[in-house]
C-alpha cells in the first residue's frame, strides 16, 4: 500500500466544546482520533483540566518524537510511526541475503527514530505500547477508506468486505511478525508485534486468527 505518509487522509476542525466533550471518554479517546491536530487539542486540555498528568507528561514526549515538525505547524509533514511501518513492511520483502545486516540496522533504525526504545520503566513502556496500538487503528481506517487498496483492479470494482478484512490482516502479518522474524529482531520487536496483532484483533475478533498463522 503507497500512503503518502506526509499526508494526512482528512483534516477535522474541532471547537474546544467538542474537545471537551471527547474528553469524556479519556483516554480512550486519544487513542481512537486520528488528526495530530486534534490529539494535541485534547491532549493539553486534558493538561488544563487535570486528567492524568504524570501519563500526559509522557505522551507529550511520545507526541513530540511521533510528529517531529508539529511545532512548526507542519503536522502532516511526517508521521514517524508510519514511516516505521512502512519500512518494516520493506524490510519483510527484502531483509534476506547479503545485505540481511543492513536490512536489521534499518528495520531497528525505524523503531528507534520514534522513540521505541526510549522507555525507562513500565509506565513508558504502557504508553508506547498504547501508541503503537494506535497506529494500528490508523492504517486500518486508512485502508478501508483508500479506494485503490480496496479496489479489484486498477481502481474498479470494491472487493468485498472479507476480502478487505484478509488483506490488511496479511499485511499485518508482514510488518508485525514477519518482518521481525526475517529480520531476526523477535524479541526486540516484541512490543511492536503486540501492540498492533492487538489493534487488528480487537478490530476484526472473528479473523484473529490470521496474524497467528
Keep these: 500500500m503507497e500512503f503518502q505518509i506526509h499526508k494526512s487522509a482528512r483534516k477535522e476542525t474541532v471547537s474546544r466544546t467538542e474537545i471537551q466533550q471527547r474528553l ?3 483516554p480512550d479517546s486519544y487513542y481512537r482520533e486520528r488528526e495530530p491536530e486534534v490529539r494535541l487539542a485534547m491532549l493539553t486540555e486534558a493538561d488544563r483540566q487535570g486528567l492524568t498528568p504524570k501519563d500526559n507528561e509522557i505522551r507529550r514526549k511520545i507526541f513530540e ?3 517531529p515538525n508539529y511545532r512548526k505547524g507542519k503536522f502532516e509533514q511526517a508521521d514517524l510511526y508510519l514511516k516505521a511501518w512502512i519500512e518494516m513492511r520493506f524490510q519483510a520483502e527484502n531483509g534476506s541475503g547479503f545485505f540481511a545486516k543492513k536490512h536489521r540496522r534499518e528495520a531497528l533504525k525505524a523503531l528507534r527514530d520514534f522513540g521505541y526504545f526510549d522507555a525507562q520503566n513500565e ?3 504502557r504508553l508506547i505500547y498504547q501508541e503503537i496500538y494506535h497506529l494500528g487503528l490508523l492504517y486500518i481506517s486508512l485502508c478501508q477508506e483508500d479506494k485503490g487498496y480496496n479496489s479489484i483492479l486498477f481502481g474498479f470494482g470494491q472487493i468485498s ?3 478487505l478484512i484478509r488483506k490488511i490482516g496479511n499485511e499485518f502479518y508482514t510488518v508485525a511478525v514477519t518482518a521481525p522474524t526475517k529480520n531476526q529482531i523477535v524479541e526486540e520487536c516484541r512490543m511492536w508485534t503486540e501492540a498492533l496483532t492487538a489493534a487488528y484483533s480487537d478490530m476484526f ?3 484473529a486468527g490470521i496474524l497467528a498463522e
Design 205 to 207: 475478533p472473528d479473523y
Design 123 to 125: 509506565g513508558e513502556r
Design 24 to 26: 469524556l471518554n479519556w
Design 161 to 163: 468486505d472479507e476480502k
Design 65 to 67: 518524537k511521533r510528529y
